[in-house]
Nanobody, 125 residues
Framework: QVELVESGGGLVQAGGSLRLSCSASGRTFSPYAMGWFRQAPGKERQFVAALNWRVGSTYYGDSVKGRFTLSTGKNTVYLQMNSLKPEDTAIYYC????????????????????WGQGTQVTVSS
């Protein structure tokens, strides 16, 4: 019923910028939270950023804080990535959570039931 589609990935040089977008299908979709996670080869999937849609608060992983910024549009979440580093290279996934009845952390992968297909971000040194 709900589909998330990421776009905006690509190849950039270190220090460059990139903006990812995540568009959700269904105008009736009113999520509790939208999040971004990433996974590099051989590494565990990592929390990047999230937005509590109900409240409007944002959260960022320590590795991206100060460089990445969340924003929203019409049924869309954007991730502005500045000062990119080679270690930012990963597949980036958009995720959506409809509710949080169990009061899970907004950084918890288990909170999110809807996931996009992922978009590759490669940062060259």
């Amino acid at each position: 019923q709900v589909e998330l589609v990421e776009s905006g990935g690509g190849l950039v040089q270190a220090g460059g910028s990139l903006r990812l977008s995540c568009s959700a299908s269904g105008r009736t979709f009113s999520p509790y939270a939208m999040g971004w996670f990433r996974q590099a080869p051989g590494k565990e999937r990592q929390f990047v950023a999230a937005l509590n849609w109900r409240v409007g608060s944002t959260y960022y992983g320590d590795s991206v804080k100060g460089r990445f910024t969340l924003s929203t549009g019409k049924n869309t979440v954007y991730l502005q990535m500045n000062s990119l580093k080679p270690e930012d290279t990963a597949i980036y996934y958009c995720a959506g959570a409809s509710v949080n009845l169990a009061l899970k952390s907004i950084t918890a992968q288990s909170l999110y039931e809807f996931w996009g297909q992922g978009t590759q971000v490669t940062v060259s040194s």
